[in-house]
């Protein structure tokens, strides 16, 4: 018969790792939004007038990405939608703050 082994694992250890691990995933995913929205940022100024098809594939992201980053950058202030749904597009605000 085998004799049983048995560890004493310390719990706060864990926690600590555990903690540690949550904090670096939030933050990376944190770091790749913000990097997202800056670079839509950068494209609405560099091609004012465009719409969410065009920064999709130029950003190589979903549609449902570009969405979520606009609706930032609306929120924020530092852009708006200009002309009719069908044909309009994004531009920078004219905020002195830019």
Do not use: H
Not at 12 to 23: H, M, N, T
Not at 40 to 60: S, T, W
Request: charged share 30%; hydrophobic share 35%.
């Amino acid at each position: 018969m085998t004799p049983l082994c048995f560890f004493r694992v310390d719990i706060s250890a864990i926690e600590g790792v555990s903690e540690g691990v949550s904090e670096g995933v939030s933050e990376g995913v944190s770091e790749g939004v913000n990097q997202g929205v800056e670079s839509l940022f950068e494209m609405i100024r560099v091609n004012p007038g465009k719409r969410v098809p065009f920064f999709a594939q130029q950003l190589e992201t979903s549609t449902k990405n570009i969405e979520r980053w606009l609706k930032q950058l609306r929120e924020e202030g530092k852009i708006e939608f200009r002309g009719a749904p069908k044909t309009g597009g994004y531009f920078l605000k004219n905020n002195k703050k830019l």
